[in-house]
């Protein structure tokens, strides 16, 4: 792994941390709490705090404020949060960090047809149309792409033959079912968690 990856992989953790300590950035969180929990010094995490662009104030990080444009929000309402609004990956992440229900508001690009999902950390609520899907890369799970999982924006789509020009223009890319993107997520963050060990 080059060292442009370690950092990746540093500040993936960095930051799962950082979502779920923060609970979804509504409470700060102490730099000597997150060396700690990720297993680096304090000096590596105001590093890593700065290549991810959250806030350090009096040793004290906060994940900021939610992008404007976000359609994901926690319930009950604590103001919008997400990644915009064609990315997916936040609100899955979201649901698992703070274990709170999760609404997004999407619209297919292709059909246009409204997509609403509900979700809570174990479970799916609401997929609406039933057929929606998220598509995203497949990087397997090798830390060292896992800001791309992460960050990246995938999209929803009404169904999966909607995705199909997706596919196309996205080598490696793949569809899911709502609920499979869920339980990737799940494995994403095991995987964040599981080396090097640690316990929110």
Request: proline share 6%; aromatic share 4%; hydrophobic share 50%.
């Amino acid at each position: 792994m080059t060292t442009s990856q370690t950092d990746r992989v540093a500040a993936a953790r960095l930051a799962w941390a950082a979502l779920k300590l923060t609970r979804a950035g509504r409470h700060p969180v102490g730099v000597e709490r997150l060396a700690a929990i990720v297993g680096v010094t304090p000096a590596e995490v105001r590093r890593l705090v700065e290549l991810i662009g959250f806030s350090l104030h009096r040793d004290l990080v906060s994940t900021g404020p939610a992008p404007r444009g976000a359609h994901h929000r926690l319930q009950p309402a604590e103001g919008t949060l997400g990644a915009g609004p064609d990315g997916t990956v936040d609100m899955f992440l979201l649901a698992i960090a703070t274990g709170e229900p999760v609404h997004a508001a999407a619209v297919c690009p292709v059909t246009g047809t409204h997509i609403r999902i509900e979700l809570t950390a174990r479970a799916v609520l609401q997929a609406d149309p039933p057929s929606a899907v998220v598509a995203a890369i497949d990087l397997g799970f090798g830390l060292e792409h896992v800001d791309a999982m992460a960050c990246a924006g995938q999209p929803f789509f009404a169904s999966a033959s909607a995705a199909a020009g997706w596919l196309v223009t996205h080598p490696g890319g793949r569809i899911y079912q709502v609920a499979a993107y869920l339980a990737q997520a799940h494995r994403l963050v095991a995987a964040l968690e599981a080396r090097p060990k640690f316990v929110l």
